[in-house]
């Protein structure tokens, strides 16, 4: 009899802590209610008109640029009049701006952005003014640069350390690049882990890279681990944590291809405070079916023939999911600032992205789900205090998030 109270204690306790480290950690991690930080993403589109002529289109973050350009030329003017024009909202006037203080600007650019051909320099021009779009809600300044490049080379470099988290406006820039030079055409993104790289780069580096990058982001993303955390703390069998996988995966998959080709684009107004809320649904939905059924929350109904073996809270949960799942999507193309149709080279490597997004998604669910099923399986109710534990106070986390980024997206 001891030694079955020993055991038991020590089962309660298991739970506890996994509990604990499970909830509580991400929570103590977070510090924002933006899950990703305030991060920025730089597009190049390269081309080569003709030999030894690269022409680099460059799109980027409109008041980011002014602050920097500001900054590092000690200039106060560009400042003011960069910052009126845009608080004042107008495009043309924000274009004038950076017109009108054209030399800091290019200075910036070039001194972080630059090409060159086997070591060799290549030398920029601005090619034109400043034109102004807006992307994922926030106006970008559209910059060409014409670099003359030495003859007789055959591999170009590109390189970029555009706002760099030294500055201390925003941290992890991504500068995304689409090219054509060399008889070559291909996509890539830099950081400053990767700063830099060659067009003759083979196809597996250059995917290489897109799949490191998503797989950065889904650890680098508590919004979307919480999310996955409150689907293992509800599934109560490997068929529905499957399941919930599989439909999320499928799900944000599908917007997330979609934005990429430019079919669906919502504004991050909605889309961030929306994954808060999911956050806060799916892990309340346990919740619920505690309170509802108290000890027996964690038995399975005695289902119909078909229906893919769930109960009715089963399959009303997967609907749930997937519905979130579409707008997790959103959030995943945000990320990289996707909101019109990009190429098809470009598309196959943000398919990289997405797979490197699953391999972590997975990894999470193989080490998470298989404690708290060992734990349900010795001691039902200690399973149950752990998983109710997780799931409020990931549900409380969302439902914070969501308070905090309504008020900062939609003001």
């Not at 590109?158 to 500055?167: G, M, W």
């Not at 897109?210 to 979307?224: S, V």
């Not at 346990?286 to 289902?303: F, N, P, T, Y």
């Not at 019109?340 to 470009?346: D, E, H, P, V």
Request: proline letters at 3%.
């Amino acid at each position: 009899m001891r030694c079955s109270v020993t055991s038991s204690a020590r089962q309660r306790r298991l739970a506890v802590l996994l509990a604990i480290a499970a909830a509580l950690v991400p929570l103590l991690l977070a510090g924002s209610a933006h899950a990703h930080g305030f991060s920025s993403v730089v597009y190049v589109d390269a081309t080569s008109p003709e030999r030894g002529h690269v022409r680099a289109a460059l799109g980027l973050e409109y008041d980011l640029l002014v602050v920097s350009a500001a900054d590092a030329a000690h200039d106060d003017a560009l400042f003011r009049a960069g910052t009126a024009a845009f608080e004042d909202g107008d495009a043309a006037s924000q274009a004038a701006a950076l017109d009108a203080h054209a030399a800091p600007i290019a200075a910036y650019v070039t001194k972080r952005f630059g090409i060159a051909v086997d070591g060799r320099a290549c030398t920029p021009t601005q090619a034109g003014g400043v034109a102004m779009e807006r992307r994922t809600g926030v106006p970008y300044a559209l910059l060409t640069l014409d670099y003359r490049c030495p003859r007789g080379g055959d591999a170009h470099v590109i390189r970029s350390a555009l706002f760099p988290d030294v500055e201390g406006y925003v941290r992890d820039t991504k500068t995304i690049v689409t090219y054509d030079l060399d008889l070559r055409t291909g996509s890539v993104s830099l950081d400053a882990a990767q700063p830099s790289f060659s067009t003759q780069q083979s196809l597996l580096d250059r995917f290489r890279t897109f799949f490191h990058l998503g797989a950065e982001h889904l650890l680098g993303g508590l919004d979307h681990i919480l999310f996955l955390l409150a689907l293992i703390a509800g599934s109560r069998r490997l068929r529905e944590i499957v399941l919930a996988a599989t439909t999320f995966t499928l799900a944000h998959s599908l917007t997330f291809i979609l934005a990429a080709l430019g079919l669906v684009s919502v504004p991050t107004w909605f889309v961030e405070p929306a994954i808060a809320l999911s956050i806060a649904v799916v892990a309340g939905l346990h919740l619920w079916r505690i309170w509802r059924r108290k000890a027996v929350a964690a038995e399975v109904d005695v289902l119909a023939p078909g229906h893919l073996g769930l109960d009715a809270a089963g399959r009303t949960r997967l609907l749930v999911v997937f519905c979130f799942g579409l707008i997790h999507g959103l959030g995943f193309a945000s990320a990289l600032g996707i909101d019109q149709a990009w190429s098809w080279t470009l598309l196959s490597s943000l398919v990289v992205f997405n797979l490197g997004i699953e391999a972590v998604q997975l990894g999470i669910i193989v080490v998470v789900f298989p404690l708290l099923a060992l734990v349900r399986r010795r001691s039902p109710l200690a399973g149950l205090s752990a998983t109710g534990m997780i799931a409020a106070a990931v549900s409380a986390t969302g439902l914070i998030w969501f308070v905090q980024r309504g008020f900062e997206l939609w003001s």
